[in-house]
């Protein structure tokens, strides 16, 4: 029978965790995330909105930025240096895509590591390579989280990461080899993709191809992680595998939307509790 791996609900057990622990350190400190949103993208303010939402239910000191479309690269970068020496604040977050004009680069490296809470910083990502502590980027910790909350075994198992992003796929391909996975990563230049991908023990997709990864590509029992949100035509949500199709296939799989998804804003929240924690030490 084939398991699914419910984000929606892991993370609720998550936040109602991380609520628990805010109420146990009032007194100490109250962890405070600002949310920049530069311009009006559609599809960031739906994002932004769902993570101040977060932050307000778990009681954070919630502080939010909405910049016009037109914002210089300098007065972002000014504002990012007064975030980084305000001590109420331990995370900073800057939704991406910025607008065109305005160098993504230097922007994630603007933000000090230790409030960089969605872990996209060199120094962040350099660590977590290095095998040293680090605020992971949320999406890869989330799949950890989920993996490891239903009891899936990555010990010698072979892992399939398909994509190789920055956000996802280098970062999830590190976190499984941490737990002893062994792991090949496919991306848009790979041969013969649908027999590499049929090597794994697990498979995780980060592709941004709706439906991309069929049944006859995975194998018997094998844990599928869907990471792709894709718009179709009909304007329904499809994940980057064809979740019907593969169903009674494998052993256990994520749903889109409610998996990966919801995993990534509670794991952005836990970032922001570990930064606020820190300052403790």
Known sequence: MTTIIDGKKVSKDILEEIKAEVETLKDKVVPGLA??????????QVYVKRKRKACAD?????????????TSEEKLLNLLDELNNKPSIHGILVQLPLPKHIDEKKVIEKILPSKDVDGFHPMNQGYLLTGNPAL?????????????????????KTAVVIGRSN???KPISIMLQREHATVTMCHSRTKNIADVIRTGDIVVAAIGRANFVKADMVKEGAVVID???????????AGDVDYDDMFDKVSAITPVPGGVGPMTIAMLMKNTLESAKATLK
């Open 35 to 44: 949310v920049i949103l530069v311009g009006e993208d559609a599809g960031s």
């Open 58 to 70: 778990l009681g954070y000191n919630s502080e939010k930025y909405d910049l016009p479309a037109d």
């Open 136 to 156: 992971e980027p949320c999406t890869p910790k989330g799949i950890m989280e989920l993996l490891k909350r239903y009891n899936i075994d990555m010990v010698g």
């Open 167 to 169: 956000i996802v796929g």
């Open 227 to 237: 990471v792709g949100i894709n718009r179709l035509d009909n304007g329904k949500l």
